[in-house]
């Protein structure tokens, strides 16, 4: 049992689960709601990938620029995001995207923060990198498998994995991806002192919060999503109407 004093024999990692689960459920409500319905809507899937990479292109620059500490042990091989992230967008906007692109104000703000903690202590940075690319090696396949579905369900004859490349991972699998980040996490929160901990946890909670205010910024999402529920709704209808049908005049 560990009985040092200011440390805890629950890991690191779960803490962070554990004070981030209540503002976790509402991003990823938002997220499902913005992106996993929408997604079949190729314009919407592009912009919540554009409002993301900046923000992965930051912590991969981070990355770099620490490599010589402990926040170079999350970087374990497999897990940069960023030229997939330019792959996609590349595949739905075209080859100049980035020529007039300009980060829109909630990214900006994003962006500044982060600049702010690093400042401060680049470590703060590890719950950033911790959170979204956990998140992201998660909730990138439940998305990738989603559009496979959905391509499949529309009968679309385009390869249903194009402009998905941000949910592909080689050199490894996302198990064990996962693994290798979560032991990087937990021995880098080992190496801090009490004070650095508990702000790590605070900063675990703002990554969601900052999550949430771009993800709000995806233009056009909630209109998709009503659309599709007004058709599943009507779809049900008629699916209930059948079966009373169909039970009426097959058993009497």
Do not use: C
Not at 53 to 64: P, Q, R, S, V, W
Not at 113 to 118: A, G, N, S, Y
Not at 218 to 226: E, F, L, S, T, Y
Request: proline content about 2%; cysteine-free; hydrophobic content about 40%.
């Amino acid at each position: 049992m560990n009985t040092e004093p200011g440390k805890s024999d629950v890991p690191f990692t779960k803490q962070m689960r554990i004070v981030t689960r209540e503002i976790h459920n509402v991003s990823d409500g938002l997220i499902n709601a913005k992106l996993g319905i929408a997604m079949s809507e190729d314009r919407v899937w592009a912009e919540g990938l554009l409002v993301f990479y900046e923000i992965f292109k930051y912590l991969e620059g981070a990355l770099e620029r620490f490599s010589h500490t402990l926040i170079g042990d999350l970087d374990i091989p497999g897990m940069r995001r960023v030229e997939a992230f330019e792959k996609d967008l590349t595949y739905y906007m075209g080859i100049d995207w980035q020529k007039d692109y300009t980060p829109r104000d909630s990214v900006v703000e994003y962006l500044k923060h982060l600049e702010k903690i690093e400042n401060e202590n680049p470590y703060y940075l590890t719950a950033y990198i911790y959170h979204l690319y956990m998140g992201l090696l998660s909730g990138g396949q439940i998305l990738r498998r989603k559009r496979v579905l959905l391509q499949k369900l529309k009968f679309s004859r385009k390869d249903s994995t194009e402009g998905m490349a941000v949910t592909e991972i080689s050199g490894g699998t996302v198990a064990s991806i996962k693994k290798q980040m979560t032991e990087a996490m937990n021995h880098i929160a080992a190496e801090l002192d009490e004070e650095e901990r508990q702000r790590l946890l605070e900063e675990s909670k703002m990554v969601f919060i900052l999550n949430n205010k771009i993800v709000h910024t995806i233009q056009g999402a909630g209109a998709v999503v009503a659309i599709k529920v007004l058709k599943l709704g009507v779809y049900g209808i008629i699916v209930a109407l059948l079966y009373k049908y169909i039970k009426k005049f097959a058993w009497g």
